[in-house]
């Protein structure tokens, strides 16, 4: 057996070698075709064809179409209110405000906004992230110009004008990435 099948596998690898091993190709097509579905003639009657196709004898068979006009409707008026003392607090105007200091925990930003003075300017804190650091801001006051605030930093404790504050923009804390700005008085 084992002879055989080396005989055998010789002589298709010879087969294959030699230049008279023919190999016969065929392919196979096949058309499809498509019914054509008939058009019939539309149904016209007896009188109609006689007189031929006309105005008068088309028009009782056509739906006509107007536009649609649509009624004003009448609109319900509007009261025109105020704000509230509570939406005047939450958007506060544009302004400046003095960045007293820069701390790593919540627990120091309550220490800080405790010790700045109370009544007539308002404290903030704002939270963002540096270099994967996470920082609070204490901040205060709002000031209409840059001016008022650096001047605002000569009326502070002397304890938090050694910590060397500066005049922020609040419309730049807004825009900010981290805009999380929160009024703690």
């Known amino acids: 057996m084992k002879k055989i099948a080396i005989v055998g596998l010789s002589v298709l690898l010879s087969a294959c070698v030699s230049s008279d091993y023919v190999t016969d190709v ?6 499809e075709d498509y019914k054509t579905a008939k058009v ?12 031929g196709v006309t105005e008068k004898n088309v028009e009782p068979n056509v739906v ?47 220490q800080f906004a405790r010790k700045l003075p109370r009544g007539e300017q308002p404290i903030w804190e704002n939270y963002k992230m540096v270099n994967g650091t996470k920082w609070y801001t204490v901040l ?19 304890e938090f004008q050694n910590l060397k504050p500066f005049v922020k923009s609040i419309d730049a ?5 981290y805009p999380t700005l929160n009024k703690l008085n």
């Open 26 to 31: 065929s392919s196979e097509s096949y058309r």
């Open 64 to 110: 006509k179409m107007a536009p649609v006009v649509e009624q004003p409707k009448s609109k319900p008026a509007v009261a025109i209110t105020p704000p509230s003392a509570k939406q005047k607090a939450m958007n506060s105007r544009y302004g400046f405000t003095i960045q007293v200091v820069a701390v790593g925990s919540q627990t120091k930003v309550d």
């Open 140 to 158: 205060y006051g709002d000031y209409a110009t840059r001016m008022d605030a650096k001047e605002a930093i000569a009326s502070l404790p002397e």
């Open 40 to 51: 019939e003639k539309p149904v016209v009657s007896q009188q109609k064809m006689t007189e």
């Open 173 to 177: 804390i807004k825009n900010s990435e």
